[in-house]
């Protein structure tokens, strides 16, 4: 499974490594993705999803309703 937030679409990102003469290697940077269990009470179930830490800010500010509902419609688009 590629490591990638559900709602907002964060992914990995290219980076350098910069060492002290400043030579430059490649590395990745990887995105804080959380694997997260979310109670939607309008249906009476739980519902699991990869989030970064960013979009559980936004969860904690829209509620799990709107955000189960922007979830089903990025996934019916992917």
């Known amino acids: 499974m590629s490591r990638r937030c559900e709602l907002t679409g964060k992914k990995n990102s290219k980076a ?3 060492s002290h003469s400043n030579r430059r290697t490649k ?3 990887k995105a ?4 997260k269990r979310l109670y ?3 249906e009476k179930r739980w519902v699991t999803a990869k989030l970064s830490t960013n979009a559980l ?3 904690g500010k829209i509620g799990v309703e709107e955000f189960v509902k922007r979830l089903r419609s990025v996934r019916s688009v992917s």
């Not at 804080?32 to 694997?35: A, E, R, S, T």
């Open 40 to 42: 939607v009470p309008s």
């Open 16 to 18: 350098n490594n910069v």
């Open 32 to 35: 804080n993705i959380v694997q």
């Open 27 to 29: 590395r990745l940077q």
């Open 57 to 59: 800010r936004t969860l």
